[in-house]
């Protein structure tokens, strides 16, 4: 059975940080690709960032430069540290090794 499980989520106000977590099982996680999705209210869900099983990375224009993925394979977790949060960034934030998604986790940007 395939989990992942994010953490991480919460309420911060414009300019700070948040590192989003997500555990996996059921996957061999260090041959798998991982990604974070987001999705804002009356938004579709749109694909923040990725990480190859090489460490390749992928950002969306809109993130390049304040966020950035990671994964350490021995604790099969994949990272995503948000710096120089906007209130746009504002959203439930997904973890998903496709076909697999998480439950997601809140993230609230606001003064």
């Known amino acids: 059975q395939v989990r992942l499980v994010e953490s991480g989520g919460g309420l911060v106000q414009p300019g700070g940080s948040l590192r989003l977590s997500c555990a996996a099982s059921?996957?061999?996680?260090?041959?798998?690709?991982m990604g974070w999705y987001r999705q804002a209210p009356g938004k579709q869900r749109e694909l923040v960032s990725t990480?190859?099983?090489?460490?390749?990375?992928y950002y969306v224009d809109s993130v390049k430069g304040r966020f950035t993925i990671s994964r350490d394979n021995a604790k099969n977790t994949v990272y995503l540290q948000m710096n120089s949060l906007k209130p746009e960034d504002t959203a439930v934030y997904y973890c998903?090794?496709?076909?697999?998604w998480g439950q997601g986790t809140q993230v609230t940007v606001s003064s």
């Open positions: 998903s090794s496709l076909p697999y």
């Open positions: 059921g996957i061999i996680f260090s041959h798998s690709a």
């Open positions: 990480i190859t099983s090489g460490g390749t990375t």
